[in-house]
């Protein structure tokens, strides 16, 4: 079966700061890949999504980046964190022949 | 492109009680809604799903039902339990489409 970590659970970094979040998905090839974040309320954006190793959408201009530097690992980074990047990041993951996404456990994230 | 309204934002029930969620999409071509529920502190989980080829499906104690005449489908809950308290996200694709549209979310809240 497929399984998808995500890392760390929790993060407290200060303004400035660079950040790196890391994904990976198990029993599976070729998945498509996913960010979202939730920030105050409920709401779930995405940042960025891929379909393939090097091949990164995205989807709201800020100061976050995406990288897949293997097939079933994805990386969001950041050079300098802001106040406004804190929130509730998922990662998520569907087959290329499926419709259905599948999040991770999420990384909490505080920026002070 | 689709959008995707969720009602209510919060709905709050004694346990026993039914508890019903409703979506409306915009664009006729989606073909795939999907039903979440994210617990505190988690990552969404899928709880069930249903194709427009199907007008309701079941799955215990959780029934979701589709109408494509008027571009809405809802998610009923029966005999609720406190251990339902969760958000609870509605989505639409269409097939091609890899990214799904979210609704807002709705906060359930089952009070013993």
């Known amino acids: 079966s497929q399984t998808i970590h995500q890392w760390p659970a929790t993060l407290v970094q200060p303004v400035g700061s660079p950040l790196s979040l890391e994904c990976t998905v198990e029993g599976t090839s070729n998945p498509n890949l996913y960010w979202y974040r939730q920030a105050a309320g409920r709401g779930l954006q995405l940042l960025f999504y891929s379909v393939g190793i090097g091949q990164i959408s995205s989807e709201v201009p800020q100061n976050l980046s995406a990288s897949r530097p293997q097939d079933r690992q994805f990386i969001l980074s950041s050079k300098k964190l802001l106040l406004s990047d804190s929130g509730f990041y998922l990662c998520?993951?569907?087959?290329?022949?499926?419709?259905?996404?599948?999040f991770g456990e999420g990384s909490w994230l505080t920026v002070v | 492109g689709e959008n995707v309204e969720q009602h209510p934002s919060t709905l709050s029930v004694q346990e026993g009680d039914s508890a019903v969620i409703k979506c409306t999409y915009s664009d006729s071509a989606s073909n795939y809604f999907p039903w979440y529920k994210q617990e505190l502190g988690k990552g969404p989980q899928l709880i069930i799903d249903i194709r427009s080829n199907v007008g309701e499906k079941k799955d215990q104690r959780i029934a979701v039902t589709l109408n494509k005449t008027a571009k809405h489908f809802s998610l009923h809950i029966t005999e609720t339990q406190p251990e339902d308290s969760a958000v609870y996200f509605c989505a639409a694709s269409k097939g091609g489409s890899y990214i799904p549209t979210f609704g807002r979310g709705t906060s359930l809240i089952v009070h013993p």
């Open positions: 998520a993951w569907s087959s290329t022949d499926r419709d259905t996404i599948y």
